[in-house]
């Protein structure tokens, strides 16, 4: 079904960045239209998603072009819950970037930059096309590339290096695979692509070109062995940015291989072994790294490594089960890791620093903040019924079914290990005594009321979300499973784009 519909949460959020480049250096007034812009986006998504979750997948040809000749723009329920979930995580960002931002960043055109980012993950969600999803990826690499660099501090310059030179990396291996799959097919439409996929004769050629995307998205995504680059890079920009970042972009990349190895590639048994083997390496570097670190920021860093293990490990194991476990766990994750970083920011305001050695008193003095903080954590943990539970168990049961026992395992130690690793940051950044060696520099108790409020919000609509997804988990079942049903059968959406 045509609906133009479809790409006004991309237009909603490029119209607001052009109109703050008009207000330069009116800072408060980019802080205004950023809120009502991610306010109007999320409306726009949450009506997106509801037609199509409650209808049918929409489709609309860019410039009447019709598929496969021209770019096509593709709402279906994976596609229309992330971007769902990009608005809702957006909107608290740019709600605690009004105060958590400084204005020196923000007159160096932060808000229109962050916009952009936004915009360009809506768009690679809602393309149809490869190659468009290709120059989507272009867009969110050099809005994130900015947004990282704001600033210029020596330790945002070398984590940015990072950040980029293994994007580009990236970026080249997907390019490359696309140049691959336009030789033996002639086509980049992704419908197209699936019909056309499986009728090549020398399928070698088809499995090498999907090694070229999983390496490439494997990047993107901070699997196993290439999830280096994350934790060098995510704890050196300000907090909004690295929420936008820990949430979003390596989700990105997942989105990617659930939409390429179950649209275009439908994984053999040697591809599925190797997502389960990544899977169960990224859950436990993830973990181990995580146990080392005294900087609340980079422990949350290795722990989104950690956490993509699950997600990657039920791509690996294939069956219905396993797909609903690891698109339940990507909804749960996108909310829970944005918020930790908006923590990390928060609990920076209170002590000055996010040293956990140096930190401890947070609970006495701000007992309620220290309440929400914890529900946030404890759905990190997984601790039952919150949001971070339920998944496992579809993941462990899958697991079980398949016989991937060290999958089973990776499962259980990454839990234990996100476990204690939260026990030991309540310990000592909530309720032990804080330290007389330390000078405490509390930012937050000379704010203003509206401005506390600008920092405390967000937190607390993320918390609100969370606690949706935990005690309302039947309804998130549900989108998982319509979402699982619609990779495993992809007939419905090659007639929606092709109408065959």
Known sequence: MIDNEIIATVLVHLFTAIIQLGFWRKTVTQRVLSIIGCMAGFILALHLFTKVFNGTILTMNAANWEAPFGIVFVADTLSTTLVLLTSIAALAVSIFSATGVGRARMLYGYFP???????????????????????????????????????????????????????????????????????????????????????????????????????????????????????????????????????????????????????????????????????????????????????????????????????????????KIALMGAIFYLIHDIIIKTNLFLIAGLIRQLRGTMNMTKLGGIYAAYPKISLLIALVLFSLAGIPPLSGFWPKIYLIEAAFASKNYFFIVSIIIGSFITLYVIAKLCGQVFWKNASTDVDIIDSFEPLKFHKKVLLVLPIGILAFTTLYIGLNAEMIIKVADKISTEMLDTRPYIKAVLGK
């Not at 419908?191 to 009728?199: N, S």
Request: net charge positive; hydrophobic share 55%; with cysteine.
């Open 113 to 319: 930059i962050f916009h952009f980012l936004i915009m360009g993950l809506n768009g690679a969600f809602l393309t149809g096309d490869i190659f468009n999803l290709y120059v989507w990826f272009e867009v969110i690499i050099i809005a994130s590339f900015v947004l990282l660099t704001l600033g210029g501090r020596k330790a945002q310059l070398e984590g940015a290096v990072k950040y980029m030179a293994l994007n580009i990396l990236a970026s080249t291996f997907f390019l490359t695979g696309i140049g691959i799959l336009y030789g033996i097919t002639g086509t980049l439409n992704m419908a197209d692509l699936a019909l056309k996929i499986p009728k090549v004769a020398d399928q070698s050629i088809v499995n090498l070109t999907s090694m070229f995307f999983l390496i490439g998205f494997g990047i993107k995504s901070a699997v196993f062995p290439l999830y280096f680059w994350l934790p060098s890079s995510y704890h050196t920009p300000p907090s909004a940015v690295a929420a936008t970042f820990g949430g979003l972009l390596t989700k990105v990349g997942l989105y990617a291989i659930f939409r390429v190895f179950t649209l275009i590639f439908e994984p053999n048994e040697f591809i599925k072994t190797v997502f389960i083997t990544m899977g169960v390496m990224t859950i436990l570097t993830g973990a181990f790294g995580a146990i080392i670190k005294d900087n609340i920021r980079r422990m949350f860093s290795y722990l989104i490594v950690c956490h993509i293990g699950f997600i990657i490990g039920g791509i690996g194991l294939y069956t």
